[in-house]
């Protein structure tokens, strides 16, 4: 069970940190952020492996950070320099992998307006 905040309206510039809580142990999983919007595909914004890799789409290279707190059971994407074209409807992903599956988990979204 996955749960996005920190969404909301943010102007052009400006700074955002979305936190993802998870009600159990994520330390097994890899975590990451998605984003959708109304007519398109849902896409990888960034992820960070259960080992602490992180990978960052192009678009948001330099500007956003994924970081994990495993003690916490959190995921979090900070946000910066946002621009209109990141607003979206952003998801979080659990994503385990083991001998025998590998199983996907997302949360509800959090909606990201950015105003220009």
């Known amino acids: 069970h996955l749960v996005e905040s920190g969404g909301g309206l943010v102007q052009s510039g400006g700074s955002l940190r979305l936190l993802c809580a998870a009600a159990?142990?994520?330390?097994?999983?890899?975590m990451a952020w998605y984003r959708q919007g109304q007519d398109s595909e849902r896409e990888l914004v960034a992820s960070?492996?259960?080992?602490?890799?992180?990978y960052y789409a192009d678009f948001v290279k330099g500007r956003f950070t994924i970081s994990r707190d495993d003690a916490k059971n959190t995921v979090n994407l900070q946000m910066d320099d946002v621009k209109p074209e990141d607003s979206d409807v952003y998801y979080c992903?659990?994503?385990?992998?083991?001998?025998?599956?590998?199983?996907?988990?997302w949360g509800q979204g959090t909606h990201v307006t950015v105003s220009s």
């Open positions: 992903n659990a994503h385990l992998v083991t001998m025998w599956s590998a199983d996907d988990y």
């Open positions: 960070v492996s259960n080992s602490g890799t992180t």
């Open positions: 159990a142990n994520i330390s097994r999983f890899h």
